[in-house]
Each structure stands twice: as structure tokens, then as C-alpha cells.
């Protein structure tokens, strides 16, 4: 019988080359191998595999809990994720334990556990851009300034049920603060809900929300919800669009993409408190 390819499997279906090698990551005894000596690297590898093999799997999932130890002289990181799918039209929810040898990695002093992994940090807003957000997971990115400055870059992710598009902008704004300049930030987030406003489709604006430095609005856009969160962070808008269908479990799981939005955001607004 020929064994499992993980490696193979996910070029194949995704058209990633990762440098993995192993077992299937099921167990301490066979963990999936991540030949890079980056520690930078070895988290966001960690990522996409599991990424891919939940996609593959029909699943959402987000990061639970990391943890590194040794066995059997190598070092081992467990990755604990929660998981959402459906099976025979009906909601299962489980935890489920991914293991990574990391052995090759090369580490100035052992961590806890790895990095959380990052897709990009903008030089310019200073935000690190992570691959999750809660229940959606990174998928594309545009870079909008080459072809109109101001325009910013667009980040896309999505599981499934839900799609969320991550905009960051300054329209060649010097300064934009909102505390300073309340009515700027208060106008731009009305344009961006405009563009649902005037929509083709059916659009029903359910509520508005000010709270905690982000505004928040929800509609039902043909019976399907989309949120709009909005921030200002380091002179730069940042606005989360978030669409979803008409499903409790989407529902259940919209909550907590939400909170994460507000939560990772937040901490940049608390670093340029402190700084």
C-alpha cells in the first residue's frame, strides 16, 4: 500500500510547495517535519498546512492553543485547533490535535511555542496582518497602490459560510486621527456603508454600532448578513467587510470573527496609547 503524501497532496490540490515532509501529523510519533531552520517561517507553514487540509475537509477551524515539547529527543509542537463542519445536515463541533516536528528550526532560547503567524506587516500602518481572524483564514491580497495611490491594499479570507474582505487605505492622507478629526472617520465610514446602501441587490441596515474605537454596522443584503467594521489605526482607515449566509451555525461563528477583528485591531490602538 502506498502511504499518505501529505506534502504531495496539498501541492497538488492547492498548488503549494511547502517544505514538509513526515507523517500526517495525527500523533506525537508521526509528526508532519518543517524543514526551514526560520522561526518566522515554521509558524506560517504550520498554518497553511492545517489550512489546507480543513479546506480539503470542508471545515472551518481556528487557532485554539500551541504548545512545544520534547519527545523522543525531537522537539514536537502540538497545534489545537477548534473545529465547525457539518456531517448529515447537522452541526459537529470538536477540538481536534495537529503535531509538527520543528527540530530543524533555529531558536536563540526554546519558546513556549511559536509565533502566531503573520501574512504581512505594513511598513507604513506598522500592523501586522495575521492569517486568521477568528473562524476565516487568509486566502489573497491585492496591492491597490499600484494603480492608484491612496487606494491601500486589500486582504481577503474566508471558511466556510463566511467571506471577509480586510481593506487598508488612506486616500493620501497626511493625518488621520479620530479623535482629532471625529467627522473625517464618521464620513468615511458612511461612503463605505453607502457602497452597500446602493447596491443592486437588497440591502436592510439592521444596526449601527459606536463602541471602543471601531464603528460597526450590520445589514441583510438578500437575506444574507454582511457586517461592516470600521477603525482608524496609525493614520491609515481600516474597514472589514464580513458576509455570511443564513445559517445558525454561521451565526454562532460570525460572533466570535467579530470579536477577533475588534481584539487584534484593538492592540494597536492600546501600543499607540502606551508609545
Not at 481536534?96 to 533555529?106: E, L
Not at 496591492?143 to 481577503?156: I, P, R, V
Not at 436592510?204 to 441583510?220: A, G, H, K, M, P
Request: charged share 25%; with cysteine; proline share 4%.
Amino acid at each position: 500500500m502506498v502511504k499518505f503524501n501529505l506534502k504531495e497532496s496539498i501541492k497538488a490540490d492547492y498548488g503549494f510547495d511547502l517544505p514538509i515532509s513526515g507523517g500526517v501529523g495525527l500523533t506525537e510519533d508521526d509528526p508532519i517535519i518543517i524543514d526551514t531552520f526560520d522561526e518566522i517561517d515554521a509558524p506560517n507553514i504550520e498554518w497553511r498546512v492545517i489550512d489546507c487540509v480543513s479546506r480539503s475537509l470542508e471545515s472551518a477551524w481556528f487557532l485554539y492553543d500551541k504548545k512545544i515539547s520534547k519527545h523522543n529527543d525531537r522537539l514536537i509542537e502540538k497545534v489545537t485547533i477548534a473545529v465547525n463542519y457539518y456531517k448529515n445536515n447537522e452541526p459537529v463541533k470538536v477540538v481536534r490535535d495537529y503535531y509538527f516536528d520543528i527540530s530543524s528550526v533555529k531558536f536563540n532560547e526554546i519558546p513556549i511555542y511559536t509565533y502566531f503567524p503573520t501574512v504581512y506587516i505594513d511598513p507604513k500602518s506598522k500592523v501586522a496582518i495575521p492569517f486568521q481572524f477568528g473562524w476565516l483564514n487568509f486566502r489573497d491580497y491585492i496591492d491597490n497602490e499600484k494603480d492608484s495611490a491612496g487606494d491601500g491594499m486589500t486582504f481577503t479570507y474566508a471558511c466556510p459560510m463566511i467571506k471577509g474582505t480586510l481593506y487598508i487605505y488612506n486616500k493620501g492622507l497626511d493625518k488621520i486621527d479620530m479623535h482629532e478629526n471625529r467627522n473625517l472617520i464618521v464620513d468615511e465610514f458612511e461612503e463605505s456603508a453607502s457602497q452597500i446602501d446602493g447596491e443592486e441587490s437588497k440591502s436592510e441596515l439592521f444596526n449601527t454600532v459606536d463602541f471602543n474605537n471601531f464603528l460597526t454596522r450590520s445589514y441583510v443584503v438578500d437575506g444574507m448578513d454582511s457586517f461592516i467594521i470600521f477603525t482608524v489605526i496609525n493614520n491609515y482607515f481600516f474597514k472589514f467587510r464580513v458576509t455570511l449566509i443564513d445559517d445558525p451555525l454561521a451565526k454562532e461563528m460570525i460572533l466570535h470573527v467579530i470579536e477577533q477583528v475588534r481584539h487584534i485591531l484593538n492592540q494597536y490602538h492600546h501600543e499607540r496609547l502606551v508609545n
